[in-house]
């Protein structure tokens, strides 16, 4: 069935330092989806991708959807301590109704 | 305008009881999920539904019940509740088909 896979689980990042997750789709994705939960917290919505090849800046956060729309990245640069949480990507099932796929996320801690 | 309303936050259920998670959006959203969470495994699809009176199974769906009578409430009923299913749950709504969820503030259920 389709897959969504992130890599790393978990990065531990010095504040300041630049870090990049990755999410790779078994399937062609429509859109592509990235949220963040905090720890203690429930998933938020950050951006969607559409477009093959698509960039969006929000701050310090890099988006970008592969040019076959199978893969994802964020960029995270100047890590800050309020970048601390769980990263997700998803997107939506290619099987039936839309149903979104979540990656297994990447774990952000961020030492001082 | 409260969004997606989960209730209780907290329960802790002994083996073979049953109860129901309750789940509310007033954003008149016709797609509604839950979700589990384990750690490791990002978030899993339990049920989904694309409006009243319709459902559907996701990845891990034995165990649980849903229905939808309405746009706005869909409760998730554990029949027997087992140890396997402590976990955090969460109930999400979304406009369009695939698109942005928005997420409840989650359910963290033991069972003992």
């Known amino acids: 069935g389709q897959q969504v896979m992130q890599i790393p689980q978990y990065q531990h990042v010095q504040e300041g330092e630049d870090f990049t997750t990755y999410c790779n789709s078994s399937?062609?994705?429509?859109?592509i989806q990235w949220y963040k939960q905090r720890p203690g917290g429930h998933p938020v919505f950050l951006i969607q991708?559409?477009?093959?090849?698509e960039v969006k800046k929000q701050k310090r956060l890099t988006f970008q959807f592969g040019e076959a729309k199978k893969n994802s990245s964020l960029h995270i640069t100047a890590t800050q301590t309020t970048d601390v949480g769980t990263y997700f990507c998803?997107?939506?099932?290619?099987?039936?109704?839309?149903?979104?796929?979540f990656g297994a996320g990447t774990q952000v801690v961020v030492t001082p | 305008n409260a969004g997606v309303t989960q209730t209780p936050k907290f329960q802790v259920l002994k083996t073979g009881q049953s109860m129901t998670l309750q789940c509310a959006q007033d954003?008149?959203?016709?797609?509604m999920s839950w979700y589990r969470q384990d750690p490791g495994m990002g978030l899993r699809l339990i049920h989904y539904?694309?409006?009243?009176?319709?459902?559907d199974q996701g990845e891990v769906p034995n165990g649980y019940n849903v229905s939808r009578s309405t746009t706005e409430d869909f409760p998730l009923r554990l029949l027997s509740a087992a140890p396997s299913q402590t976990s955090v749950y969460f109930c999400?709504?979304?406009?369009?088909?695939?698109?942005?969820?928005?997420f409840g503030q989650g359910t963290r259920l033991t069972v003992v």
């Open positions: 999400a709504s979304s406009f369009l088909r695939g698109s942005e969820a928005f």
């Open positions: 399937t062609t994705l429509s859109n």
């Open positions: 991708l559409v477009k093959s090849g």
């Open positions: 998803a997107g939506p099932r290619t099987d039936s109704w839309g149903k979104l796929q």
């Open positions: 954003m008149n959203h016709e797609y």
């Open positions: 539904s694309v409006g009243a009176g319709i459902t």
